[in-house]
């Protein structure tokens, strides 16, 4: 997505020598590799699409990720961004030296270029579970990231590991038809209520006879998603919060009508203090008969299924792993080498970190979409990656200019960002009692701690005394 983006952005300011580096055979990122049964984005539609290029044709408030694969597409295709990719060409290393960077890829290919920029996305490398025997299953394996679709659902009896926004939508979708489904559930989750109503064709025709009427409803569920979600989850006391908390007690309470089952889908934590998890439909698919939600502690993976803790054997055709992902990868596993020969590993050792999500000190010319520290779970990461390469492309003319041959954040500013935002986080509802992928080592939330205003006001220009210039 922050791809596609850089690439017409980049052209329509009037750079024209850009190459988009992509180690798969098309575009699409999270949403290329992302296909298990019944995905869809938490960030309604009109929301997550890009502020330029409004789509008519949503069949969904929320849609299903393979409508947003292919509206990637349609924008990739009629910005003229495939000619400037190179497909199946995984970058390796990057190294700066007085003047520019060196990119080197697996084919063998070296390039020079001025600037780099790095939208390498954050829900990408899969995190598989820690759990002995996993191997040795005799059934169909495999992440939720990497669905086999040639495998067989129909009839057969299926495990799903996790119960995060994947494994709550996959449980949705495949449980009336399979033989029988076993949710196993490390931690309760909170459960969002969500309505889901389908465009009526006259509605789509009238977005495409008025699109102004699209940027009308994209501003409405901007404020909307910002006022009511966004600024709640940074300020856990706030009326908002307490809101949408009452809406998930709510939810649970009157969806689940077995009172055991209901207090193990009770978590015990604050709404929200994970990634909150939205669904129409989870708490009617985890009460079908064929459904069961299993709670005791996996005790390691068997040939014929999975043996829990209390010695119980649950036999299976198929084990779906929606585990997550690598939160802190980033760049990685690229080598980036910058200024004086520093290693990005060496100083991203503890965690990753940049100023403003965006600069790393020591990085010249090495700009990041959707970085580390930044607005994730809580915002459209369209809107994101949007403010994001406007602030970029005001560094890039700094450079272009003559004032410099090169900046980055300074390690000064850097270590301010840092101080400042682990305080705010503090009073997020991130940090009220629990553990999440927000979650740094230290426990402190690794995310844009403030309201999503203040983004905005961060990235309309930037503050060149934060910045190191290089002659």
């Known amino acids: 997505m922050a791809g596609i983006l850089s690439a017409i952005k980049l052209r329509e300011t009037g750079f024209r020598n850009v190459t988009v580096y992509e180690k798969a055979d098309r575009i699409g990122g999270t949403w290329r590799e992302n296909t298990y049964p019944g995905i869809a984005c938490d960030v309604p539609s009109h929301l997550y699409s890009y502020s330029f290029a409004p789509n008519p044709d949503w069949s969904h408030r929320f849609s299903p990720g393979d409508e947003i694969q292919a509206y990637l597409e349609d924008v990739a295709r009629s910005h003229d961004v495939m000619e400037h990719i190179r497909f199946g060409d995984e970058v390796t290393s990057c190294e700066f ?36 025997g996993l191997e040795s299953f005799e059934g169909a394996c495999f992440h939720s990231a990497r669905w086999d679709h040639g495998v067989q ?37 909170w459960i969002m209520p969500q309505e889901n ?40 006391d706030s009326p908002q919060m307490a809101m949408v908390e009452e809406l998930c007690r709510k939810n649970l309470e009157t969806s689940v009508t077995d009172p055991v089952l209901r207090e193990k889908l009770r978590p015990d934590y604050r709404a929200a203090c994970k990634r909150l998890v939205i669904s129409p439909d989870f708490y009617r698919a985890i009460q079908q008969p064929n459904a069961k939600l299993v709670t005791e502690r996996i005790e390691r993976v068997e040939p014929r299924g999975v043996r829990t803790a209390d010695g119980r054997l649950h036999e299976l055709d198929v084990l779906a792993l929606a585990t997550g ?26 965690r990753p970190g940049a100023y403003l999500s965006i600069s790393i000190p020591g990085f010249p010319n090495l700009f990041m979409l959707n970085g580390p520290n930044g607005p994730v779970g809580n915002f459209s990461l369209i809107d994101v990656a949007e403010l994001q390469l406007a602030y970029i492309q005001q560094l890039i003319e700094v450079v272009v200019a003559g004032r410099c041959c090169g900046l980055c954040a300074s390690e000064e500013a850097a270590e301010r960002f840092e101080r400042d935002r682990t305080e705010a986080a503090k009073r997020t509802i991130w940090m009220s009692g629990c553990r999440s992928w927000y979650l740094d080592d230290r426990g402190v939330p690794a995310a844009w701690p403030w309201a999503f205003d203040r983004f905005r006001e961060r990235m309309a220009a930037p503050d060149l005394a934060d910045y190191e210039m290089t002659a």
Not at 207 to 213: G, K, V
Not at 221 to 232: L, Y
Request: some cysteine; aromatic content about 8%; proline content about 4%.
């Open 197 to 236: 109503p389908c465009y009526t064709e006259e509605e789509k025709r009238d977005f495409r006879l008025h699109p102004d009427r699209m940027r009308e409803l994209r501003d409405e569920m901007s404020r909307g998603f910002t006022e009511n979600f966004s600024n709640a989850v940074v300020d856990a």
């Open 325 to 350: 992902f690598r939160v802190d990868r980033f760049l990685r596993p690229m080598r980036v080498t910058g200024l004086d020969g520093r290693k990005l590993d060496q100083v991203w050792a503890e």
């Open 153 to 189: 659902l129909d009839g057969q009896r299926v495990g799903v590991v996790g119960t995060g926004s994947s494994g709550v939508q996959i449980v949705s979708d495949v449980v009336d038809r399979v033989g029988s489904l076993a949710l196993f559930q490390r931690t309760a989750q």
């Open 97 to 132: 030296d007085d003047r520019a960077w060196t990119i080197a890829t697996a084919s063998g290919r070296r390039a020079r270029a001025d600037f780099v920029i790095a939208a390498t996305g954050v829900l990408h490398h899969p995190k598989y579970p820690d759990i002995e």
